[in-house]
């Protein structure tokens, strides 16, 4: 009858030890936002041209290093991103009646995130550097701006470019 907890115990042990090689193995990267407060343009929430950052534009910034994260970098490398600024894509433009909650996306309000990076591979600094990832060209390439629900659409697609470009290709280790 003892067989019976011990096999458990066993089959619970097996599992988390399973469970923590596979999370050791994937890639990390950890996103510190430095003085949200003072960003140029980071709020869906403020119409108007105040500065600061609201908590939904944070989060998926976050979520979406992740996700590129563990698309892009191989395992045994983790990145920290350091967050300094960011300028949504668009204006509020309060002249026009009954849309104030309306960004208006033209030519000359693109998206920017100015930021510092340090990669890491197996704990030990492979690159940096900081870096002002823009994309002037948001309204015009293809696949943009197909009725995105997402409200930061063109913001992650500027940032998957980026990662692409900076961490793809299994590049990372050869710098």
Known sequence: MRLAPTLAALTVAAVLAGLSLELAGQPAVEVDFVHPERYRDASLRNPGYGRGAD???????????????ARYLPPGHSLHIEVRDIDLAGRYEPWHPNVYDVRFMRDITWPSVQLHYQLLQDGKPVA?????VSD???LQRPGRTAHSSDRLYAEKAMLD???RRQF???????R
Request: aromatic share 22%; hydrophobic share 40%; net charge negative.
């Open 136 to 138: 002037m060209f948001y």
């Open 55 to 69: 908590d939904f534009v944070l989060k998926e910034f976050r979520a979406t290093f992740e996700k590129l994260a």
């Open 128 to 132: 940096s550097g900081d870096q002002r």
């Open 168 to 174: 793809g290709d299994q590049k990372v280790g050869t």
């Open 161 to 163: 470019d980026w990662f």
